[in-house]
Structures are given as C-alpha cells and as structure tokens.
C-alpha cells in the first residue's frame, strides 16, 4: 500500500483485461484509490488496448475520478475515484473493441450512482474473447437482474472486426443494495432458440447453413425437444462491416439460460461455425451447472457486492472466475467458498459458489 492506494498486480493469475475491469469497478465503488501494475502482463501485446482505455476513462468521468497512465500500451495505472453520478457517459473504442466488456466496468458503478445513468457505448457488438451483444441480452440481462435491478440494452447499430462502429445504449437507474441470488437448481432444459445472423456481404444463405447444422448436432444428443435458430440478415442501416456468427440459448425448468456461441471469419466454412456453437452449448449444459462458462465470471463483482448469501452451481470453474474472485475479496469484505458439489452424479464436473457479500449501500439514495 502506498499511503492508502490498493496495489494491484495485473500479470497473476487469468492476467488479462478482465483485472483491469473488476479492480477499476471495485475502487470506483469503494472510494480506494489504485494502482494497477503490469497491466495484461500475460498477453501477446500487453498494456492498455483501446477498449481498455476507453473502460476506464468512462469510469473515471462517472465518477469525477483522476487517471494517470492512461495511454495506448501503458502498464501501469493510477486511479483515484470521486463521488459517483449518473447523467449521460460515452466511451468509444474506436476500434472493434467489445462493447461489452466497457459495460462490464461500468455497470456496477452506475448501479450505486446518484441519478440514473445512460451509456452509449460505441466499439464492437460481436467480438472475439468477449461475449456477443447477443449473449449479453439474452442471458446476462434476465440472469443479472435477479440482483434485483433492472436495465435496458438498445442496439443502435452493429459493428464488427476489424473496424467496429457499432452502438448500444445501456439506461439504468440506481439501487439501495443487491439482493443476493440462489442458482442452485438446473431443472430441465425447457426450450433451445438462438439466432444466426450475417451482415453486410454476405448470403442469408450462409446463415440458415450455420443454423441448420447447428440443430444437426444437437439433434444427436436433445431428440424431442423444438429448436428454434432465427436465420437472419442485420439490415444494413443498422450494421457496419461484414460478420457472421451464431449465438443459442438453452432455457431450463428453473428457469436458467445457457449458451453456445461462435463468429465466422473467411475460411470458415458455416456448418463449422454453427456446430462449434451446438458443440460449446452441449458442452455447457453436460456439467449440471445453472450458468455456463461465460457467465460464470461476469456474476462475481454482483455477489461480492450484494447484501447476503449467494450461491451459484457452476461447471469447472474457469480462470476468469478464479482471478475475478481473487480481486473481489481482495478489495472488499466479500467471502467466497467453492466446494464441489456433492448430490450430483459422481461422473459431473460441477461446483458450488458462495459468496457472504458486503451488503454495499448506496449512499445517494
């Protein structure tokens, strides 16, 4: 600790964006000043990416907050937050950069916000390594708000790789605290839809084939249950660049979400694409779990942060889920316990989460 600034190291464990993303929330929030060092340390190209700087500028103005390092490539970070407020925040990657992962630094901040909050987040909607708008509409949203708030998550306009230019506007309103959540009972799987989509160049074509095989594969594991994969073609006015991908939802008896999803990129051909989303869905729904692999890590900042006892059953638990748990007890007074989970077929790789959270209160409301 240098005077009272949190010392974060950003090379350990998952050593990636995602450090950045929840200590920069969690000091945000907290009122700690931080330092972040060796920033993405275990990446090809580490330091500060433009989605990385545009996240914390976006927290920075959210809450009157001093950033110092912030530049391209730069390792090191200093931040010191100020008060929270809501009103209207933008943060442009300029590139393809996700925006989905700038709302998973800003989200948690605007919940604790003075006013309510709308974030036009400008970059893009259908990235590798980070969830699809798609996924963050269709799962995230319904199983984040069981926190017990609610948003809305407007897609303007689709960007892809390489040049982005896509834009979503997130609105939310503050809350006193989180309530925590109990995920612990799978059900059945109820019903499974999804939607294969192209843009820009390319043939409608292309997406019934991802979506065709895609139910191909699933058909040899789920025989008597509808699928349903909307093959669809994004108007043009509302997408920029050219993309194919596939995202599908399996929903549960209990009323839990789990996906499979995949982009195309030249060279790939479709029935690839839509199987490897059938394949990673199979996969997610094998272990028992009530979230899949993406979700799994995106829910740990919430219940760190919420008043009470959470508990989640999971799959393995990934590394991002490791390194977000790592950081969140690191900066708050959460506790979390992973035990394996014991009334399961022996033969399931499957776990239980729990967190005591610190019960934050919004002081604003």
């Not at 901040?109 to 974030?119: D, G, I, K, N, T």
């Not at 799962?139 to 926190?147: A, G, L, M, Q, T």
């Not at 199979?282 to 942060?305: E, P, R, W, Y």
Request: neutral net charge.
């Amino acid at each position: 600790m240098d005077g009272d600034r949190v010392e974060i190291d950003g090379g350990i464990m998952e050593g990636g964006g995602q450090i950045l993303r929840v200590s920069t929330a969690l000091s945000c929030l907290l009122g700690l000043p931080l330092r972040v060092r060796r920033i993405r340390a275990g990446r090809s190209q580490p330091g500060l990416r433009p989605q990385h700087l545009s996240g914390l500028e976006m927290v920075r103005d959210l809450c009157d907050g001093k950033l110092n390092g912030g530049e391209i490539g730069s390792t090191e970070i200093t931040f010191t937050p100020g008060k929270i407020k809501g009103g209207t925040h933008i943060a442009d990657t300029k590139t393809a950069g996700s925006v989905c992962l700038l709302m998973q630094v800003a989200m948690p901040c605007v919940l604790f916000a003075a006013s309510p909050s709308e974030l036009h987040l400008k970059g893009g909607t259908n990235a590798e390594m980070a969830p699809q708008i798609d996924y963050t509409v269709m799962v995230f949203k319904p199983i984040v708000e069981k926190f017990n708030f609610t948003f809305k998550c407007d897609i303007k306009r689709r960007g892809y790789y390489p040049q982005g230019g896509g834009e979503v506007v997130v609105q939310m309103s503050p809350v006193k605290e989180l309530s925590p959540i109990n995920l612990t009972e799978r059900g059945t799987v109820t019903k499974i839809y999804g939607r294969a989509f192209v843009a820009g160049a390319l043939p409608i074509k292309l997406a019934k084939d991802m979506s065709a095989a895609a139910v191909r594969c699933i058909r040899r594991e789920i025989r008597d249950l509808y699928i349903n994969i909307q093959p669809v073609r994004e108007p043009d006015d509302q997408a920029v660049g050219t993309a194919s991908g596939i995202i599908i939802v399996a929903e549960t008896s209990t009323g839990c979400l789990l996906a499979g999803s995949s982009l195309g990129k030249r060279g790939k051909n479709a029935d690839k694409v839509g199987i490897e989303a059938a394949e990673m869905l199979l996969q997610n729904l094998k272990h028992g779990g009530t979230v899949d692999d993406s979700l799994q890590d995106q829910l740990i900042i919430f219940m760190a942060l919420a008043k009470g006892v959470s508990r989640v059953k999971s799959g393995p638990i990934t590394l991002h889920t490791q390194t977000a748990i790592h950081f969140a007890e690191q900066l708050t007074k959460a506790k979390f316990t992973v035990t394996k989970s014991e009334e399961e077929d022996p033969g399931n790789d499957t776990y239980i989460i729990e967190c005591q959270g610190m019960g934050m209160i919004n002081p604003n409301l």
